[in-house]
């Protein structure tokens, strides 16, 4: 019996990927496969539908690794170099025809600029990238999941996290980028069942949440499962998950959560 949703997480990693090429940190070093981040996506699939958060440099890998063979629509949270650029290797998944990218307009704007063969259509050869934009200006439907676009702040990058309902029950609300949330936000995703929050690192960083402060987000959001991601390698997910309240635990690539 397929789950009303079920979430795989791609990757969990921060922008250049854990183990970071020549460090010889222990985390790094670590024989943990949970340890072993690749860039941040998540996957969903629901009994009508399936459906990608962002396609970052790593997504053709991890297609192979979690047997991902459907993907109806893609959601882009931001443009960052380490959210987009595995866009190309949507090829496999646009065989039956356009496949609906939905983003906001500044994003659009760029996955546009970056990858302008896809869209112009210029040498179009069948097996190519179709893209059918979609610019993201409040609430959509994807099958019987209604989903909310969350305005976040990520340093100067405009961003989105989501909201994903079922059946008028807030299911999950996924925050990968995230330094802080635009007003009302937290009011939208209170009580929500999962709370998929980005938790780089213990030290401040600029324009990602370190662990208190997406522990301090958890306690006011009272979700019934708070997850970890968007991690660099200053975090082993070991030594981190044993110091994390119940409740609250640590993503890894592969794991899948259904709700």
């Not at 961003?159 to 807030?170: D, M, T, V, Y």
């Not at 999950?172 to 995703?189: F, H, N, P, T, W």
Request: contains cysteine.
């Amino acid at each position: 019996m397929v789950a009303d949703l079920t979430i795989t997480f791609l990757g969990t990693g921060t922008s250049q990927g854990v183990p970071m090429v020549g460090c010889n940190c222990t985390v790094c070093h670590s024989s943990d496969p949970r340890d072993w981040r690749t860039r941040s996506s998540i996957y969903l699939q629901t009994p009508e539908t399936a459906w990608v958060v962002d396609t970052g440099p790593d997504f053709r890998l991890q297609c192979l690794k979690q047997k991902v063979t459907r993907v109806d629509a893609v959601l882009y949270t931001h443009s960052h170099t380490d959210h987009v650029t595995g866009f190309d290797d949507l090829r496999p998944f646009c065989h039956n025809g356009p496949l609906p990218i939905y983003a906001s307009p500044s994003v659009m704007a760029d996955l546009q600029r970056m990858f302008a063969f896809a869209f112009t259509q210029e040498n179009w050869y069948p097996g190519y990238v179709l893209p059918e934009p979609r610019l993201i200006e409040g609430p959509f439907m994807l099958g019987n999941t209604r989903i909310t676009p969350l305005p976040i702040e990520h340093g100067r990058a405009a961003a989105f996290g989501f909201l994903f309902e079922r059946h008028g029950s807030k299911k999950a609300a996924y925050l990968s980028d995230c330094k802080k949330l635009r007003e009302g936000v937290e009011e939208q995703i209170a009580g929500v069942e999962v709370l998929i929050v980005d938790a780089l690192r213990h030290r401040p960083h600029p324009t990602h949440m370190n662990v208190e402060e997406a522990l301090e987000l958890s306690r006011r959001i009272a979700p019934k499962q708070t997850w970890f991601t968007h991690l660099c390698h200053e975090l082993g997910h070991a030594d981190t998950e044993a110091s994390l309240p119940a409740g609250v635990n640590v993503a890894y690539d592969g794991l899948k959560v259904t709700l």
